[in-house]
Structures are given as structure tokens and as C-alpha cells.
């Protein structure tokens, strides 16, 4: 075969030209630490990678999410212990009003002692989280979710449940409705009313039925606080879980993507060494012509 | 028998052929690098031969003809190659576009999708904030202007390809136009019997750029003149005569339809820059822009149809959270697509509280911002069978492949191509070499005849002066 000018210089640019691409990727590798820069590189790696991508953004939104909610949750579990030591402190003063040795003032002493403990509960019923009644349900009532009217109290909320996602396939109610916490009987307010009449009224009787009401009382906030500590279990375990979801999404990222530099810095100096020895044995055969051995 | 004028008339002969091929190897030195120009040689025979008495002897050299080396079995390969070689570099050059407007990642219509659902998940928290309500509008709004960025490019790189229709056409009748004049010119040059080389050179150029924008076939008639048609038999030039395509622009995205004469070729060009683009602009684009709007419509039915299950925050039944694609109009108004028209009812923007985000009036209600962030996961692409995000990977997978396909096609017909060329060059290209000992041998060749030359002038006049002269 004849080899032209043409024929090399051809060759020559077209060889020049792959090997520089080469050096064009490798370099591009090397700066972004992607292997994986547009679609064409690799569309099956692309087209996962944007699927993980996804997924791996809902995560991270579920996962703010559920610090927020763990957070409430918390808050509810001490709103809740707070309601218990406020019903101990009730069934103590009644206790006391039961051991025989009760004078007058000493009565009118616990009557005030219930009458202080049922403001604390009352207060505790209006606790709010973020600005939101924690226990008027999905109802925002424009002044308090639970009004005071010696004796007795209105609920100003509603019994539903409010449900969070924390993560796509599992659900978990994040509040306790007033009704199921204070509405159902025996409600703490009216048992802290009675209380305080049967102590006024001296009324033993009395003050034993409502220290059992207050003992089935402690037994629900009890019941109802180990739930909410199931459920800030159940938001951690999640937590960890979609934590380490990503974790493993990010590695096939990384596996799909991400450039192997050893093997990319090796491929830019295998390129730079062959586009050298191209152009310096181009240049040779450039200068040899038979034109310069005539005379 | 010879006479000594006979003798100077042979070393006469000898310097005139000579200096005819010097003067071809300095033409093909000179034109070594002109593309398509095929090398050419002097055809050396002996002249007529003269009755000795020793017998026949010669009467010198003679050029017979100036020859060009070419093979028209590979010019013929080089042309078809090149056809191919235009096709897939055009589509590749306009899915490279296509493939850099849908990336992944931080802007895009997979980040809008995600966000937008996101943002859902997060008013689910708080459902009655303000805040949050402005922020899964915001989302929303990020969504439509991702969607709507996509469909412009693609569809201002579908009339960028376009418009490169009509750039071609007028390129291939200019070209047509040049064959038909050269075709004349070669008729009258060859009438003489001797070969036009540096025409048809140049005719072969001018088919080879033929090729590159469309699938030209061609034949050589007896009088010299190249008969080339185009899309399968469509006559363009004809001898003397062009018969130059149209591009028409026909209805309301004014699409050019390639026409010869009244017949519509568009579907029939299979080769070349305009077949890349014909595939590009009406199969390529309308898919990718098919499964973008699908992608676009279905979040839009999906979202407006949980929507209007939830109630806002002034009791309200959700009103369209997007604004439905509107149906094509007769006659249609551009642009129609859903991804191009995707935006958010203006009423939602203007009021947040106009969200639903509850289903039962409350304002703590967050059931239906809950059921829009489940939406995310729900397979209701592709018949029922991916997600939104899904939905839009397999597009990128898509355009990836599609691209990469084209990347490697184009790859293998260009070393094919190249190929060719050099067997093409091997044959008909001017070699340095071989031209530098062509001179050498004329050179010397002249120098021998100048020196037979001066010889026989001494001969002579050495009788001229023993008969004292």
C-alpha cells in the first residue's frame, strides 16, 4: 500500500485526537471524581443514580422529619410524666385526708393543695409545642383548648388523630387527643373537683372513690406514656434504619459514579506519554523526505 | 536509414515529453495538498517506428496521455461511508445537546420532583404554617420552571435541527448546481479524447459534500457526465441540468418537508447530515418530549385529583393545585405539551392557605399532605409500573443510551470511512517520494536528451565543415 502525506497526517490527527479525548475524560474524572459526568458515559449507571438520588432525598427529607417529630414526641412523654407526678401529688393530699387526723384547717390546707394541683393539670392540658395546643387533636381553638368553669371544663378540641410518615412505608400517630387523655371518664378535672368536695365535705367514702378514680386515672397516663415511648422508639429505630438506608445508597452512588482516580490517573499519564511519543515521532517522519538527499 | 535530423528530432521528442512530465510532477507536487485531486502521470509510449536496414527502429518518446490514478470502486465506497458517517454525526451532535438538558441533579426535573414531594412531607408537620405552605409553593414553582426549562431546550434544539433542514437543502442544490455545470464542462473538455482530470477531481468533491448532507446516488454516462439522484431515485441532476430540492415549512411548527419537484422525499432520505436530523426532529425529540409530558401530565392529574379530596384552610375543597394541560386547540397554539405548560394555579400562590392539606377542616388536619407526599412512592407510570422519579430515570436512560448508541456508531463508521480514504489516498493521493525520484529520472532524462542533443549538433556540423562549410 502507498502511504501518502495525506494517509499519515490523516492517521496521525485522528490517533492524536482519540488520545486526547482519552486525556479529555481522564482529566474530567480527575476533577470531578465522577466517573459518571452526562448520561452517555454510562446510561444504565445515570439512570440509577438519579432513582437512588431521588430515594436517598426523600430519606434525608424523613429523616429531618423524624428528628422534628422525636423531638415532639419527647416533649409529650415529659408533658405526660409531669401529668403523673401532678396526679401523685393528688393521691397523696387525699391520702392525708384519709388518715383520721384531719382538722379543719388542715382540710382546708389539702382542699387548696387540690385546688393548686388541678390548675397544674389544667395548665398541663393547655401545653402547647410549637405554638400548637398538644392535645386539642387536629382543632386549633382560638383562645385555650381547655376552659376552666369550677367546677368542670369545656374541651374546645377534637378527638382525631394526627399521623406522620416516617418513611414511606410506615405511619405513626404523633399526638393523644384531649378527649382520650382528659374527656374519657374518670376525667382528671372533675376527679380533682369531686376530690376537693369530698375533702371539704370530710366524706371518707368519697375521698376513696376518687382516689381509685385517680389510681385508673395514673393507669391510663401510665398506659398512654408507654405508648408515645413505643413510638419515640419506633422514630429512632426508623431513624437508624434510613440512616443506614443512605449509607448504602450513597455507596452505590459511589460505586456507579464515582471515579476509581488510581485507575483515571493512570489512564491520563498513559495518554500523555502516548500523545508525546505521537507527536515527537510525527515530527520525525515529517522531516524525512527524499527531497533533502537530492543535490 | 536514420539521418542525423532524424536523430535530433528523436532527442527533440525526448526533451518536449520529458518537460511534459516534469511539469505533471510539479503539478502534483503543487496540488498535494488539494482534497480530492488524484495524482497524475504521463503515459510514456515510443513513437512510430521507421524501416532501417537493420529493421524497425523507434522514433523517440511520445506522451501519450496524461493519466489520473483513481479508483472509482472506492470512490464510490467513500461516498456511501460518508452518507452514514454524516447521519450519525448529526444525531449524535444533537442528542449530545439533548442529553445536557436532562442531568440529574441539583435544578433538574428529578431534584423539582423530589422537593416538590418533600415539601409535602414537611408541611405534614406543621400543616396550619404559613411557612410551609409558601414553601411547598415555592417547590411547586421550582418543579414547573424545571419542567418547563426542558421542554423549551428540547424544543428550541428541535428547531435549531430544523432550521439545519433548510441549510442543507440550499447547500445540496448549490452543490447540485456545480455537478450540473462541471458535468457540461467535462462533456466539452473530454469531447477531444483526452481525460478532464482536474474536473472531474473537483466533481468528485462536490459529490462527496453531496453525500454529507443527503443519500445521493450517482452514475457515469458515456458522454462523461454524472447522473445523481437522491431518497432512493428522486433525480438531481440529469448531465447538464439540476433539479434542486425545496425545504417547505408545513403547519403551525413550520417543520420544512424536503421536496424534489412536488413529491415530499422528507422520509425517504436515508443517509447523510439531513437524514440525522429528519430522525432527530421528528422521532427523537417528539419521544423524548412524549415521555416528558406524560411525566409532566400524570404528576399534574395525580396531584390535582388528591388535591380536591383534601379540604383548605377556609373549608374549602382543594381547589386545582396545577393548572390542567389545556387540550390542543383547533388550530394549535404553541407551545401544547404539559411539560411545557406546567405551572401552578396563580389562586394557591396568591392565597397559601388555599393548600389542602387536611381532609377534615381542621386546621391541624395534615391527612391530604400526608396522602401528596405518598404520591412520591405510587408506581402510576408506564402502566403502573414506576414511580415519577423512576419515570424520569428511564428517560435519562433513554437519552443515555440513545446517545451512547450513536456515539459508538459513529465511532466505527468513522474508522471505516477513514479507512477508505486512505485506500482511497493510497491510490489516488500524491506521494513526496515518488514525485522527487520522478523529478530525478525526468531531470536526468532531459539532461540526456540535451546532451544527445548537443551531440549530434557536433556531428553535423563536423560534416558541414569536412565538406568546408
Same mark, same amino acid.
Given at each position: 500500500m502507498r502511504v501518502t502525506p495525506s494517509i499519515q497526517s490523516r492517521n496521525f490527527l485522528e490517533d492524536l485526537a482519540r488520545t486526547k479525548a482519552r486525556m479529555d475524560k481522564a482529566q474530567d474524572e480527575m476533577s470531578s471524581g465522577r466517573r459518571v459526568n452526562i448520561l452517555s458515559d454510562d446510561p444504565y449507571a445515570a439512570g440509577q443514580a438519579s432513582e437512588i438520588e431521588a430515594v436517598s432525598s426523600e430519606n434525608t427529607e424523613y429523616i429531618s422529619n423524624n428528628d422534628q417529630l422525636s423531638s415532639k414526641l419527647g416533649f409529650l412523654d415529659s408533658t405526660l410524666q409531669r401529668l403523673v407526678l401532678s396526679v401523685e401529688n393528688a393521691q397523696t393530699l387525699a391520702a392525708q385526708a384519709l388518715s383520721g387526723t384531719?382538722?379543719?384547717?388542715?382540710? &382546708? $390546707?389539702? =382542699?387548696?393543695?387540690?385546688?393548686?394541683?388541678?390548675?397544674?393539670?389544667?395548665?398541663? $392540658?393547655?401545653?402547647?409545642?410549637?405554638?400548637?395546643?398538644?392535645?386539642?387533636?387536629?382543632?386549633?381553638? &382560638?383562645?385555650?383548648?381547655?376552659?376552666?368553669?369550677?367546677?368542670?371544663?369545656?374541651?374546645?378540641?377534637?378527638?382525631?388523630?394526627?399521623?406522620?410518615?416516617?418513611?414511606? =412505608?410506615?405511619?405513626?400517630?404523633?399526638?393523644?387527643?384531649?378527649?382520650?387523655?382528659?374527656?374519657?371518664?374518670?376525667?382528671?378535672?372533675?376527679?380533682?373537683?369531686?376530690?376537693?368536695?369530698?375533702?371539704?365535705?370530710?366524706?371518707?367514702?368519697?375521698?376513696?372513690?376518687?382516689? $381509685?378514680?385517680?389510681?385508673?386515672?395514673?393507669?391510663?397516663?401510665?398506659?398512654?406514656?408507654?405508648?408515645?415511648?413505643?413510638?419515640?422508639?419506633?422514630?429512632?429505630?426508623?431513624? &437508624?434504619?434510613?440512616?443506614?438506608?443512605?449509607?448504602?445508597?450513597?455507596?452505590?452512588?459511589?460505586?456507579?459514579?464515582?471515579?476509581?482516580?488510581?485507575?483515571?490517573?493512570?489512564?491520563?499519564?498513559? $495518554?500523555?506519554? &502516548?500523545?508525546?511519543?505521537?507527536?515527537?515521532?510525527?515530527?520525525?517522519?515529517?522531516?524525512? =523526505?527524499?527531497?533533502?538527499?537530492?543535490? | 536509414m536514420g539521418s542525423l535530423f532524424a536523430s535530433l528530432d528523436i532527442g527533440r521528442k525526448s526533451l518536449q515529453s520529458h518537460q511534459l512530465a516534469l511539469q505533471v510532477t510539479s503539478n502534483n507536487m503543487s496540488n498535494i495538498n488539494t482534497p480530492g485531486y488524484s495524482r497524475q502521470h504521463a503515459v510514456f509510449e515510443t513513437d512510430f517506428s521507421v524501416q532501417t536496414s537493420a529493421g524497425l527502429i523507434g522514433s523517440g518518446v511520445t506522451v501519450k496521455n496524461i493519466a489520473s490514478a483513481r479508483d472509482q470502486f472506492i470512490e464510490l465506497r467513500v461516498v456511501e461511508e460518508t452518507q452514514h458517517t454524516s447521519e450519525q454525526e448529526a444525531m449524535f451532535n444533537a442528542l449530545d445537546q439533548i442529553q445536557r438538558i436532562l442531568p440529574s441533579g441539583s435544578g433538574g426535573v428529578q431534584d423539582g420532583i423530589s422537593q416538590f414531594f418533600n415539601s409535602f412531607s414537611t408541611l405534614a408537620n406543621n400543616p396550619e404554617s404559613s411557612a410551609l405552605r409558601n414553601a411547598v409553593l415555592s417547590a411547586a414553582q421550582n418543579l414547573a420552571t424545571s419542567f418547563n426549562g426542558a421542554a423549551r431546550q428540547l424544543e428550541e434544539t428541535q428547531s435549531s435541527v430544523n432550521r439545519s433542514i433548510e441549510d442543507a437543502v440550499n447547500k445540496v442544490n448549490i452543490l447540485a448546481g456545480n455537478v450540473a455545470t462541471l458535468n457540461q464542462e467535462i462533456i466539452v473538455a473530454e469531447g477531444g479524447g483526452t481525460e478532464a482530470s482536474g474536473l472531474r477531481d473537483q466533481r468528485q468533491e462536490y459529490i462527496k459534500e453531496l453525500s454529507s448532507l443527503v443519500d445521493v446516488r450517482y452514475y457515469e454516462a458515456q458522454d462523461g457526465a454524472f447522473y445523481v439522484s437522491v431518497a432512493g431515485g428522486h433525480s438531481l441532476v440529469s448531465g447538464n441540468t439540476s433539479q434542486p430540492l425545496s425545504a417547505v415549512p408545513v403547519g403551525i411548527q413550520g417543520h420544512f418537508e424536503v421536496r424534489s419537484g412536488v413529491n415530499n422525499i422528507t422520509n425517504l432520505i436515508s443517509g447523510g447530515e439531513v437524514a440525522g436530523f429528519i430522525e432527530i426532529r421528528d422521532q427523537k425529540i417528539p419521544t423524548y418530549l412524549g415521555d416528558l409530558d406524560t411525566l409532566a401530565n400524570t404528576i399534574i392529574n395525580q396531584v390535582n385529583t388528591q388535591h380536591a379530596l383534601g379540604t383548605d384552610l377556609l373549608g374549602n375543597a382543594g381547589a386545582n393545585f396545577f393548572n390542567p394541560t389545556p387540550a390542543p386547540a383547533a388550530p394549535l397554539v404553541l407551545p401544547a405539551g404539559a411539560a411545557r405548560n406546567f405551572s401552578v394555579?396563580?389562586?394557591?400562590?396568591?392565597?397559601?392557605?388555599?393548600?389542602? +392539606?387536611?381532609?377534615? @377542616?381542621? %386546621?391541624?388536619?395534615?391527612?391530604?399532605?400526608?396522602?401528596? %407526599?405518598? /404520591?412520591?412512592?405510587?408506581?402510576?407510570?408506564? @402502566?403502573?409500573? !414506576? #414511580?415519577?422519579?423512576? @419515570?424520569?430515570?428511564? /428517560?435519562?436512560?433513554?437519552?443515555?443510551?440513545?446517545?451512547?448508541?450513536?456515539?459508538?456508531?459513529?465511532?466505527?463508521?468513522?474508522?471505516?470511512?477513514?479507512?477508505?480514504?486512505?485506500?482511497? *489516498?493510497?491510490?489516488?493521493?500524491?506521494? /513526496? *517520494? !515518488? !514525485? +522527487?525520484? *520522478?523529478?530525478?529520472?525526468?531531470?536526468?532524462?532531459?539532461?540526456?536528451?540535451?546532451?544527445?542533443?548537443? #551531440?549530434?549538433?557536433? /556531428?553535423?556540423? *563536423?560534416?558541414?565543415?569536412?565538406? @568546408?562549410?
Open positions: 384531719t382538722t379543719a384547717e388542715s382540710r &382546708a $390546707a389539702l =382542699s387548696e393543695g387540690i385546688t393548686g394541683t388541678r390548675k397544674q393539670v389544667l395548665s398541663i $392540658a393547655n401545653t402547647q409545642y410549637n405554638g400548637v395546643f398538644l392535645f386539642s387533636g387536629t382543632h386549633r381553638p &382560638a383562645a385555650d383548648a381547655f376552659t376552666d368553669n369550677a367546677p368542670g371544663f369545656t374541651y374546645d378540641g377534637n378527638d382525631d388523630a394526627i399521623y406522620q410518615r416516617l418513611d414511606r =412505608s410506615t405511619t405513626v400517630q404523633t399526638n393523644i387527643t384531649g378527649q382520650d387523655l382528659f374527656g374519657d371518664p374518670p376525667a382528671i378535672l372533675d376527679v380533682l373537683d369531686d376530690l376537693k368536695t369530698a375533702i371539704d365535705n370530710n366524706d371518707p367514702t368519697a375521698i376513696r372513690t376518687e382516689m $381509685a378514680n385517680l389510681e385508673t386515672f395514673s393507669n391510663r397516663v401510665n398506659a398512654l406514656g408507654a405508648i408515645v415511648g413505643e413510638r419515640v422508639q419506633l422514630v429512632d429505630q426508623t431513624q &437508624a434504619r434510613l440512616r443506614e438506608h443512605n449509607l448504602a445508597l450513597k455507596k452505590e452512588t459511589s460505586r456507579l459514579t464515582d471515579a476509581n482516580l488510581v485507575e483515571s490517573i493512570s489512564d491520563f499519564n498513559l $495518554a500523555d506519554q &502516548a500523545v508525546k511519543v505521537s507527536l515527537s515521532s510525527q515530527a520525525r517522519i515529517e522531516q524525512l =523526505s527524499l527531497l533533502d538527499y537530492l543535490r | 394555579n396563580a389562586a394557591l400562590v396568591a392565597d397559601p392557605r388555599l393548600v389542602a +392539606a387536611g381532609q377534615s @377542616g381542621e %386546621a391541624g388536619d395534615n391527612a391530604n399532605a400526608l396522602a401528596l %407526599a405518598g /404520591l412520591a412512592a405510587v408506581k402510576t407510570l408506564n @402502566g403502573g409500573n !414506576e #414511580t415519577f422519579a423512576e @419515570g424520569f430515570a428511564s /428517560l435519562q436512560f433513554r437519552v443515555g443510551t440513545d446517545t451512547q448508541g450513536a456515539k459508538r456508531t459513529l465511532d466505527a463508521q468513522s474508522a471505516v470511512l477513514t479507512q477508505l480514504q486512505n485506500q482511497r *489516498d493510497s491510490v489516488s493521493g500524491v506521494s /513526496l *517520494d !515518488e !514525485e +522527487a525520484l *520522478d523529478l530525478v529520472r525526468f531531470q536526468r532524462a532531459y539532461q540526456a536528451a540535451t546532451k544527445f542533443i548537443s #551531440t549530434i549538433d557536433q /556531428l553535423t556540423g *563536423d560534416i558541414i565543415a569536412a565538406f @568546408g562549410g
